[in-house]
């Protein structure tokens, strides 16, 4: 079946790419260690001393946590921050040269 079809009562796709996606902190920072993750931001919750986490990712979809501490918060930015810096020395199994193993008998004089 056509998803352009389905998705027109709806409002189309168009409608659910402006849609935020709630997801864990965990989630989270997965996608930022492997390098989804292309900006984060914290956002008020309207609740004292609670924040929201908010990414964008690659492909410009936005995902957002439920209300968090704000401590807790600032720990979560910590880690993306960290996460998105080192994700690109993440070594890729395609980038990785297969070599044959070579034993050599060590002399047992």
Do not use: H
């Not at 659910?16 to 292309?38: D, I, N, T, W």
């Not at 960290?82 to 070599?99: F, G, L, T």
């Amino acid at each position: 079946m056509d998803t352009k079809l389905m998705a027109k009562g709806w409002g189309g796709m168009d409608a659910m790419a402006g849609q935020r996606r709630r997801l864990y902190v965990a989630q989270l920072e997965g996608m930022a260690a492997v390098g989804l993750v292309k900006s984060y931001w914290l956002e008020d919750c309207g609740i004292p001393g609670m924040k929201r986490v908010v990414i964008e990712d690659n492909s410009g979809v936005v995902y957002e946590t439920k209300c968090i501490d704000y401590r807790a918060a600032k720990k979560v930015i910590m880690y993306l921050a960290n996460a998105i810096q080192y994700s690109s020395d993440i070594v890729r199994e395609s980038d990785v040269e297969d070599k044959e193993e070579v034993f050599e008998e060590a002399d047992q004089s």
